[in-house]
């Protein structure tokens, strides 16, 4: 049941993808001061944005499982932020190159949105240390509930902190979509609805991949004629109770 | 409510008076880490922001030591156990750990502050020190809310010395930014400029959506 849509939301994320960097290499105009390196920015803007979005849609979860008690929610609020986790290092990376290319350094302190992203960077990776340092699972999940909701709200807070702190500013080709020419705008989109799609689809994936895993061990639990729960090693994912389908579950 | 804040007050510090854990050990390690910065910047004064910076620093370092062993004594002596035994509200836990953590923050500094003012800082410390009490006021209570909230969250996991410190630090970067900004011109040589106005506000408006935060977050710490 959780693999349905998959396969559509796979292939939408293929031609999002192919449509986007056919746009980034053969229609967007050449940038006039950094030419061709600019390009990046259609990869590393939209990363950024979909992982900033994903950590706090990740507290938005944790809400939820906070007040429903549900382990589906606090699975979901895991995997939004794991998966932002991955993207949040790829954005690192290319802001890196992209700072090295244009202002030949790899870490510029005075760029504000940069420096802010390591900052949040930080704190959301002792996200899954401290999972890993609870045993108990439904503790764990309470616990990590709890870091995620005020991870979640600290990411704007400290953007706001950090902005004031930077007096000055660079030149930014990234202070919002309206001083770009129409065709970099539009190009922009597209990359950011085919990352959008691409996170999606990656915490589909993943989400699927922990739900079967979680299937497959009870009916192998059922058919070796084990009983009662069965014994969880330690681990930073959260616990799944997942029963084995009732069809199959009969003919076994 | 206000009552059983009053008494979870009055256990912590008596505790700490008896046993005098925390404040004298965040003393000291504040003073010595003044000397460590003196050697390692190879430097007899400094002002601005170096001295605003050594200062902020060394204060946040020396609350960690606070924040780490604020909770141990009740999750290792049954504490939270004896509190949730009592028909009172949990929320008046969190007051009374913030209250806690603040008077330790307030009590260390009357030893740190004026050790600073001694040993490194170039510009004497009595023109700044009304508008400084104001700067690290706010920023005590946002150490505190931030602090109590993140010794909360580590106190019981397996690697709670470490998970405290790492939790909290990303976390306090914004206190860290307000504080510092605001006390460099304070502790300037020369000209003494008026008190930045919006890294007050940063700070007041931090510590309050925090506080909020810790209010709404804090009764799931204290389930089971």
């Given at each position: 049941m959780y693999g349905k849509g998959l396969r559509a939301l796979s292939i939408s994320t293929v031609v999002a993808m192919a449509a986007a960097l056919g746009l980034v290499f053969f229609y967007a105009p050449l940038e006039a001061e950094q030419g061709f390196l600019q390009k990046i920015f259609y990869l590393h803007v939209p990363m950024a944005i979909v992982a900033l979005c994903g950590f706090v849609i990740g507290g938005l979860l944790a809400i939820q499982h906070l007040r429903t008690r549900d382990a589906r929610w606090d699975m979901r609020s895991y995997v939004a932020i794991h998966m932002s986790l991955i993207f949040a290092v790829a954005t690192l990376i290319t802001g890196s190159i992209w700072a090295k290319g244009s202002w030949g350094h790899w870490w510029v302190w005075n760029e504000p949105t940069l420096v802010s992203f390591l900052i949040v960077f930080l704190l959301y990776a002792t996200y899954q240390p401290l999972r890993f340092a609870i045993e108990d699972p439904e503790r764990q999940s309470r616990y990590a509930s709890v870091f995620a909701v005020t991870a979640g709200a600290f990411v704007p807070m400290n953007f706001i902190a950090v902005r004031l702190s930077t007096a000055y500013l660079h030149?930014?080709?990234?202070?919002?979509?309206?001083?770009?020419?129409g065709s970099m705008a539009f190009t922009f989109m597209v990359s950011l609805v085919a990352m959008v799609l691409l996170y999606a689809t990656l915490c589909k994936y993943e989400l699927t991949a922990k739900h079967t895993r979680a299937q497959v061990r009870a009916l192998r639990r059922r058919l070796s004629g084990e009983t009662g729960t069965a014994r969880r090693g330690r681990s930073a994912a959260p616990a799944l109770t997942a029963s084995a389908p009732s069809a199959v579950g009969s003919e076994v | 409510m206000r009552r059983t804040v009053g008494a979870l007050l009055r256990k912590e510090l008596l505790v700490e008076l008896r046993t005098l854990e925390s404040v004298p050990g965040m003393s000291l390690f504040a003073v010595t880490t003044f000397v460590v910065f003196h050697f390692a910047l190879n430097r007899n004064s400094v002002d601005g922001d170096l001295a605003a910076g050594i200062l902020w620093v060394t204060l946040l370092f020396a609350a960690i030591l606070g924040i780490n062993r604020l909770f141990v004594a009740d999750a290792d002596q049954g504490g939270f156990d004896g509190f949730l035994l009592a028909p009172v509200d949990r929320s008046a836990m969190l007051i009374a750990k913030v209250a806690t953590l603040l008077a330790y923050l307030l009590a260390f500094e009357i030893v740190a502050v004026p050790a600073f003012g001694l040993l490194l800082l170039g510009p004497s410390l009595g023109k700044a020190m009304p508008q400084l009490l104001g700067v690290l006021a706010l920023g005590d209570l946002g150490v505190a809310v931030i602090g109590t909230l993140v010794a909360a969250l580590a106190v019981r996991t397996r690697a709670r010395d470490l998970l405290g410190p790492l939790l909290a630090l990303p976390l306090l970067v914004p206190i860290v930014i307000g504080g510092a900004r605001a006390s460099s011109p304070l502790l300037a040589l020369g000209h003494h400029t008026a008190l930045p106005g919006r890294w007050l506000v940063t700070l007041g408006l931090y510590d309050l959506v925090f506080g909020l935060i810790a209010y709404a977050l804090f009764d799931f710490l204290l389930e089971d």
């Open positions: 030149p930014r080709v990234l202070g919002g979509t309206s001083n770009l020419p | -």
